[in-house]
């Protein structure tokens, strides 16, 4: 007979599979996303995201103190404000809905490390991720605001500002910005590579934060390419960028390995909405085991070159880690 490798013997017992074993998951890999909503006593229920919802600050030590006993270490916060307006002034207000969900989680956790979403969209009455004239997202006035809106965070505590709005020059002009308030031990997760993808629509029935009006495909990226990710990743790092972040994550492993390769950052993969969703919904027909699919997708992007995951089946997937120990 031919003569053949036998691969199975690495494979016999759960002890050598253990041993044998290339990727871990770690609770400590995980981002968890909080919405907090202006407002009081609310605790609501995301319609398309089963098991996230929006909590007014108020109730927020709930799901804070949940998370922390999981033994997550790090949040990220987004806001749903009251009031919207066409320069998203509620974003960097002193007292906006993210600022003061940072000052409470820091109150209550000062090791928790606490990132802040930095965007304009959730606060902009026509839904853009930045300042809209004559029907285009203006760049460079809207890097303005987001430096304001950066700077606010910092003041609130930030650990780590996330901008996610993709206008060009964002990483420099935020850092500028925070280094001149004083802030130049705040490092930038940046969304480096954020494709224009059907698979946030989840998130923006918890954010409110549709466009009103046309698309964001002429910020965000397209789907179909692969050197443009580079391209984006390389002028962040150039920037002056502390992490690079990769989202969708699932449809887009090959974009994190090509990052990882070429970038020797902390590269975080964004498990984004439609993600959850799909697999929340068809876990509740009882087409898969929740437990099992989660687990093999997060390994899947730790696999792929991600640090770490920034994902809404934290809580569940700290829970699951702790049985298995
Ligand atoms: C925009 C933003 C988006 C998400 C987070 N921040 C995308 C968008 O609406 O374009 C999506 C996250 C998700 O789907 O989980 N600032």
Redesign the pocket.
């Known amino acids: 007979m031919k003569e053949f490798q036998r691969h199975r013997r690495l494979r016999r017992t759960a002890g050598i599979r253990n041993m044998v074993r290339e990727t871990h998951l770690h609770t400590e890999d995980f981002i968890y996303p909080i919405f907090v909503k202006e407002g009081t006593d609310i605790k609501n229920e995301v319609p398309s995201m089963p098991g996230v919802y929006q909590w007014s600050l108020d109730r927020l030590n709930e799901e804070v103190d949940e998370a922390v006993g999981l033994d997550i270490e790090t949040i990220i916060v987004f806001g749903v404000p009251a009031e919207k307006d066409e320069v998203g002034s509620s974003a960097y207000v002193h007292n906006g809905i993210v600022q003061e969900g940072i000052r409470q989680i820091k109150e209550r956790y000062p090791a928790v490390t606490v990132i802040a979403?930095t965007?304009l969209?959730q606060f902009t009455d026509h839904g853009h991720?930045g300042v809209v004239r004559d029907g285009e997202i203006v760049n460079d006035d809207s890097l303005t605001l987001l430096v304001k809106t950066a700077v606010s965070q910092a003041e609130a505590g930030a650990d780590i500002i996330a901008p996610?709005?993709m206008m060009d020059g964002f990483v420099s002009a935020i850092r500028d910005g925070l280094d001149e308030a004083g802030f130049e031990n705040i490092p930038i997760m940046s969304y480096a590579v954020k494709y224009a993808s059907a698979?946030?629509g989840?998130?923006?029935d918890a954010?409110h934060?549709s466009p009103k009006s046309g698309d964001?495909k002429t910020y965000?990226m397209d789907p179909a390419n692969r050197f443009e990710a580079l391209r984006e990743a390389d002028s962040d790092v150039e920037e002056g960028a502390d992490f690079l972040i990769v989202k969708p994550a699932l449809s887009y492993l090959d974009i994190i390995r090509d990052v990882k390769e070429r970038h020797p950052l902390p590269i975080v993969a964004?498990n984004?909405?439609?993600e959850y969703s799909m697999v929340k919904a068809a876990a509740k027909n009882g087409w898969v085991n929740e437990k099992d699919i989660v687990l093999e997708k997060l390994t899947s992007m730790k696999r792929a070159g991600a640090d770490l995951i920034l994902t809404y089946h934290a809580k569940d997937a700290a829970n699951w880690l702790k049985g298995e120990k």
Request: net charge positive; charged share 15%; with cysteine.
């Open positions: 979403d965007c969209c991720c996610s709005n698979f946030y989840p998130f923006r954010a934060s964001r965000q964004y984004v909405s439609g």
